[in-house]
């Protein structure tokens, strides 16, 4: 039962992700995504993922491995669409 609320919290909260990359790729503007926000989601995630594996739970290893690597598309994109400037 455990991992069935684990998989279907992981499934709802890594799908949240998806729409934005979407957006991102098809419209090439990422200049409404903080790049800081971001980068802290990726390594809150990543403490989630080292969590799950301490505890040896297939859910939380399965959904944070799927949102980091979502999240860190999204980084790609920002960087790609909506560089930082250099003064």
Do not use: H
């Not at 609320?5 to 998806?18: I, P």
């Amino acid at each position: 039962m455990t991992e069935i609320v684990g998989f279907s919290a992981g499934t709802l909260t890594t799908l949240c992700w998806t729409p934005q990359a979407v957006k991102i790729l098809r419209s090439r503007d990422a200049k409404s995504i903080s790049l800081v926000t971001q980068i802290a989601f990726v390594v809150g995630c990543s403490l989630w993922l080292v969590y799950g594996i301490l505890l040896q739970s297939i859910s939380i290893i399965v959904f944070n491995v799927i949102t980091i690597l979502l999240n860190l598309l999204i980084i790609g994109l920002k960087l790609r669409y909506d560089p930082p400037s250099v003064p």
